[in-house]
């Protein structure tokens, strides 16, 4: 009997020690399948001046603040800013949620170097996003500034221009986290526009866009 309890029992942790060996062949050759990241592309535009909400700055740039009566930066402790909000569109032009940009300008604008660039993204019934970026305006893009300010005259055209420089890998901008539907998102941006005029005082109509290249982690 004693014999044939110790056949048994010897049977039994063969039975799993083949198990166990089994499962971590499994998972190693990664038969067993992992949770995985997704990905999605998102892109959204404004036209300016159209879009624009408010417009406010210490008058380091030549844009008018918007709307009439809304107070200056300029003698605060926050002259060196900029801030924009505006209404966000899709690619058929509709209108889908609400943005807001804040810019530090404690780099003067000529020196043509980066600036600090913050914005948040609402896009109500689907969630927010929090981006993070460095910003440029292109030589190119100052001359078409210059060229309408010293003729006096307005300068029509087109203009494309890439202004995100960081802060992430391939200079485009860093999403940094989102809420709702983007709940655990972050990735890349890059922010792009399409200018069709510039006035002799600064005023500029264009078309913008970020374009945002998100992964959620499972």
């Known amino acids: 009997m004693t014999s044939r309890a110790n056949s048994k029992s010897k049977s039994l942790c063969q039975m799993?020690?083949?198990?166990?060996t089994i499962l971590i062949t499994f998972q190693l050759s990664g038969s067993?399948?992992?949770?995985?990241?997704?990905?999605?592309?998102?892109?959204?535009?404004?036209?300016?001046?159209?879009?624009?909400?408010?417009?406010t700055h210490g008058g380091q740039i030549p844009l008018e603040l918007y709307p009439p009566g809304m107070r200056?930066?300029?003698?605060?402790p926050?002259?060196?800013?900029?801030?924009?909000?505006?209404?966000?569109?899709?690619?058929?032009?509709?209108?889908?949620?609400?943005?807001?940009?804040?810019?530090?300008?404690?780099?003067?604008?000529?020196?043509?170097?980066p600036f600090e660039v913050w914005w948040l993204l609402l896009l109500p019934g689907r969630g927010a996003l929090y981006i993070h970026q460095f910003e440029h305006f292109p030589q190119a893009l100052e001359d078409v500034f210059a060229e309408a300010a010293e003729s006096g005259e307005a300068w029509e055209g087109s203009f494309a221009a890439t202004t995100t420089l960081g802060s992430a890998v391939g200079g485009k901008?860093?999403?940094?986290?989102?809420?709702?539907?983007?709940?655990?998102?972050?990735?890349t941006v890059t922010e792009?526009?399409?200018v069709s005029s510039v006035s002799a005082d600064g005023d500029i109509k264009s078309r913008s866009?970020?374009?945002?290249?998100?992964?959620?982690?499972p």
């Open 173 to 187: 901008g860093r999403v940094v986290g989102g809420t709702g539907e983007f709940e655990g998102a972050h990735g």
């Open 32 to 55: 067993i399948a992992q949770p995985q990241s997704r990905t999605a592309e998102l892109s959204v535009y404004w036209n300016s001046p159209e879009d624009h909400l408010s417009v």
């Open 16 to 20: 799993v020690c083949s198990a166990f």
């Open 209 to 217: 866009r970020l374009e945002l290249e998100l992964t959620f982690k």
């Open 72 to 76: 200056s930066l300029e003698g605060t």
């Open 78 to 113: 926050a002259q060196s800013t900029f801030l924009l909000t505006v209404t966000l569109r899709d690619e058929a032009n509709e209108i889908i949620g609400i943005a807001a940009e804040l810019e530090d300008f404690s780099t003067p604008l000529e020196e043509n170097k």
């Open 192 to 194: 792009s526009m399409i």
